[in-house]
Each structure stands twice: as C-alpha cells, then as structure tokens.
C-alpha cells in the first residue's frame, strides 16, 4: 500500500502510522514520486492480498505547523483566528471509490470555508461529501478560517536526561524552552484586563502525567523554585498542575527544569541467567499537548556498563555517545544521546535500552565510601597518637 504526500504537505508530516487490526505495519518511504512531485510512502502488509480479498487499514498522520494564526497580530481581547489550507480529497495513489471528510474544530465560529457540495456545518462540526470516483492524485483546495481555543504550546528545545542508578532509582532531569507559537500580542500586555479573563491567545497552565510512584518532583527555573504547581497521585500515575511565571502570549517563551525519580525496579528490569538489564521507558516529554521541535534524550547508565544496545518505535535523527564524570566515578558513565525533531503525543513511546553491567560493580561505590571513611579514621587516630615534638622540655626547679 501506498500513501502519497504533496511536497508541502509532506514538509509539515511528523508522524506515520498505518494499523491492520490490533497488528502495525512497517511504514518507509520509498525513491518514486507521484505525476505532480508527490512523496510516496510504502506501507508492508504481513501478507500479500489475493484477489478479490480485502483488508480494512488505519492510517494515523501527524502534521506540526499547518494552523497559521491569522491575524499575526490580535489585542489581548480578540479572538485567536487561524486559518488552514489544505486539500479537499485525499491525496491517493489509487482511486477513491468514496470519501467523507469530517472536520472537528474547537468552537463552532467559522470565519470562512470552501463551500464544495455537499457539505454540512452543525456546530464544531464541518463534513464534506461523501464524494465518489476521485481519481489517483486529484487536488483540490480545501481553506478554513475559524476560531482557535487551541493551545499554541511549542517547545523550541527539551533536553532530557535519565540517569539509571542501580542503588537509588532512575532520576529524570528534563529542560524546557517554551513558546507560545500563536499571534503576537499587538499591544502592552494588562493583567486587569487578563483578570477579566480577556486572555486571547495566551496560555498559563501545563498538566504533566509522570510514571507511577514518582518522587523527588522539583520544578524550578534561572531565578529558582516555582510554587504555582500541585501535584497529586491517580490510579495511572502522578499528575502534576503547573503554571509558569506569568502567563504566555504569542511570541513569548520561557525556560524551566523539571526533576523526578522513578524507583528503579518499575523501570530497569534483569535478564535472568545473565548480567543484562534493560530500561524501559518513554521517549518524548510527559506534558499533555506539547509539540517538541527539537528534543535531545541522554540516558546515562551506570559506570562499567557495556554492550549497550537501543531500539525506538520510529525512526530518530541521530544516534552519540559521550562519557559523563560525577562523584565516585574512575573512568566516567557512558551516556547515549538520541536525537530527533518534530515530535508530537504520538511520540510518547516506550523505547529500550539494553546494557551489561556486572554485579561486583554495583557494589564498587559503597565499597569506594567504605574504604575512604575507614582510611580518614585511620589517619586521624594515628595523627592524634604521633609525638612530632622536638626534643625535650624540662622544668625548672625552684628552691
């Protein structure tokens, strides 16, 4: 199976899944391109259909930047207007024998839409067809311009670290720059006036889904720790509430850290018979409706770890290695750095890592704190017992 992209359209994918039944076909793309330039992607099926047989697929696409805020500019009282262009019909390789669009926006407040019968607009809901017989690689404008109470939430930058420690737990270390990517605010911000919840673009509100059991959380920036945070325990896991500092509009960003620990049992798992171990944990940011343009993942694994091996559920950009020293450490921990852009909630996925590390080695610090305190103690009874006087004194004899 085949699925076909315009160039435009294909510089805004970010994410490609095509599903038969519970079961995920592998999704690549392939050299050939469509009459009109168009990228093609290639999706493998299990097993080849004969003919006159069938299969149902689910083909789930993830596209960053194609709402454009329209006005670039709004006051803080004005409606946060964006417009979409796309394409009527799907964009297929193969005839479409018969296709219905369904569009579901955030308000029911449409500014302008193609009008292309037949098509309904009840509420939130705008539906296009059904249409028939669209013939392989038909193009046809689609434009809506509507109300957003969409969040524009864009990370510019996240480094993630985890850190694995076999005598403690997997301590996560994450840096955020954020932006909110909608219209600009056109003039002098007001906090009368946003207090009257005239707030226009703006967002001041992130909800974090941590793993279960999470401890340690610290959410901090440059100037120090943020209180405007609640963090509370679910049947899933530990959610945390979050505000920033001041509330983001268009254009404006900030940076902050966040830090948890995870005990280590409920990640890193042993293979049994061997001295191997695996972590097991998710790929992208725990932020509920984040979109992450640029996102570095360090996992730093315990010193004398080898064989160190790594699978991800999509593709990444880059793969690195690099060596980080920190107390107790002779040689340094071996730290694997992926990379990869353009990542969105489809991304938040469980990736591996696999590594030996043997078992005289997880004792190796203690034992390192053990030896110190016994050598300090030693020196201080011997320096207290040493005579470094010299000669002797005498005393005078009084009569």
């Known amino acids: ?3 076909a992209f315009s160039e435009e359209r294909h510089q805004n994918l970010s994410y490609a899944k095509v599903n038969s039944g519970k079961s995920k076909l592998l999704v690549r793309q392939i050299d050939d391109k469509g009459p009109d330039g168009e990228v093609l992607y290639k999706a493998s099926l299990s ?6 047989q069938a299969r149902k697929l689910t083909v789930i696409l993830g596209f960053m930047g194609i709402l454009v805020p329209y006005p670039q500019y709004v006051k803080q009282n004005d409606p946060h207007l964006v417009k979409y262009n796309g394409c009527l019909y799907v964009t297929s390789p193969y005839l479409v024998k018969k296709q219905t669009t369904t569009i579901k926006l955030s308000t029911p407040n449409v500014i302008s839409s193609t009008k292309a019968k037949p098509h309904s607009h009840k509420g939130d809901k705008i539906t296009y067809g059904p249409y028939t017989n669209i013939k392989a690689y038909t193009h046809k404008a689609l434009s809506l311009h509507f109300e957003s109470k969409a969040e524009f939430s864009t990370v510019t930058e996240m480094e993630r670290e985890i850190k694995v420690c076999h005598w403690g737990g997997v301590v996560f270390t994450e840096t955020y720059n954020l932006r909110n990517s909608g219209a600009y605010l056109k003039d002098v911000f007001s906090r009368i006036e946003y207090e009257r919840m005239q707030r226009g673009s703006s967002f001041d509100f992130l909800t974090a889904k941590l793993p279960a059991n999470s401890y340690g ?3 901090r920036d440059d100037i120090g720790n943020i209180s405007t945070s609640n963090v509370r325990e679910t049947s899933k896991g ?10 983001l509009f ?15 049992m409920q990640l890193v798992k042993s293979i049994v018979g061997s001295s191997s171990y695996i972590l097991n944990t998710t790929f992208s940011t ?5 979109i992450v343009e640029d996102a570095t993942i360090k996992i730093v694994l315990p ?16 793969v690195d290695t690099e060596v980080q020293k920190t107390y107790l450490d002779l040689t340094g921990r071996p730290v694997l750095v992926l990379k990869a852009k353009n990542l969105m909630r489809y991304h938040n996925q469980y990736f591996q890592v696999w590594y030996s590390y043997p078992s005289i080695m997880i004792h190796r610090g203690p034992l390192f704190v053990v030896i110190g305190f016994a050598t300090f103690f030693a020196c201080v009874i011997i320096a207290s017992r040493l005579d470094l006087t010299i000669g ?5 004899k009084t009569e």
């Open 238 to 247: 530990v959610v945390m509430e979050m505000r920033p500092r001041f509330p």
């Open 1 to 3: 199976m085949l699925l």
């Open 392 to 396: 002797s004194s005498t005393k005078d």
């Open 303 to 318: 010193e004398g770890s080898s064989n160190i091996k790594w699978v991800t559920p999509f593709a990444i950009d880059s």
């Open 250 to 264: 268009g254009g404006w960003h900030t940076v902050f850290k966040l830090f948890y620990t995870v005990p280590i």
């Open 47 to 52: 097993k080849a259909l004969g003919p006159n």
């Open 217 to 219: 959380i610290d959410y």
């Open 286 to 290: 725990p932020f509920e409706g984040l």
